[in-house]
């Protein structure tokens, strides 16, 4: 009998573990779909050489947006952070928040200057909002993300940003515990 429950565990763990992998591939597939659009949308832009002037910069970033918000306009929470994907992503997110590190992200997180803000799917990221940085021992255990996006946290949430055009692609409510 003993050898039936391990053996079911196992098979549930591992069961378990192919649906977490299976998030993580979505999650990858999903974020790999968004860069090629940022990446179209870029194409369509006049090039940005190097300048020291930050009105080329900031005119780029805002066509950048223009173009990506147009390619999205319907856009929503959860396009990429889907229920499924968002559900392993607080589970990572647990883990990592009980762990030995649990002080020193917490710490980080109530260090850097806390930011409230109602969140929405292709809008801009405020110049006025501080970008809290996402503390490194909590990113280890989410998926690596191309250059394009990042990690940010914002009071519970966990955003997904576009970096260089300061947009809120999507974002986990109630991710942070």
């Given at each position: ?70 390619m999205r306009r319907q856009a929503r929470q959860g396009d990429i952070f889907s229920a499924g994907i968002s559900a392993q992503f607080r589970r990572l997110i647990g883990i ?77 409510p109630h991710a942070i515990p």
């Amino acid at each position: 009998m003993l050898t039936l429950t391990v053996c079911w565990a196992n098979a549930r763990s591992q069961e378990r573990g192919n649906l977490d992998a299976a998030s993580i591939d979505n999650f990858e597939a999903r974020v790999a779909e968004y860069v090629k659009l940022h990446n179209t949308a870029k194409e369509k832009l006049a090039r940005l050489t190097p300048t020291d002037a930050p009105s080329a910069i900031k005119r780029h970033e805002h066509e950048l947006t223009r173009e990506i918000r147009g390619m999205r306009r319907q856009a929503r929470q959860g396009d990429i952070f889907s229920a499924g994907i968002s559900a392993q992503f607080r589970r990572l997110i647990g883990i990592t928040m009980k762990g030995p590190q649990a002080a020193r992200i917490q710490d980080s997180l109530q260090r850097a200057e806390p930011v409230r803000m109602e969140l929405q799917v292709n809008a801009v990221y405020p110049a006025s909002v501080p970008l809290q940085s996402t503390p490194p021992s909590l990113l280890l255990n989410l998926p690596k993300l191309p250059p394009e996006v990042d990690y940010r946290v914002v009071g519970d949430k966990l955003v997904l940003r576009d970096v260089e055009a300061n947009l809120i692609v999507d974002f986990i409510p109630h991710a942070i515990p």
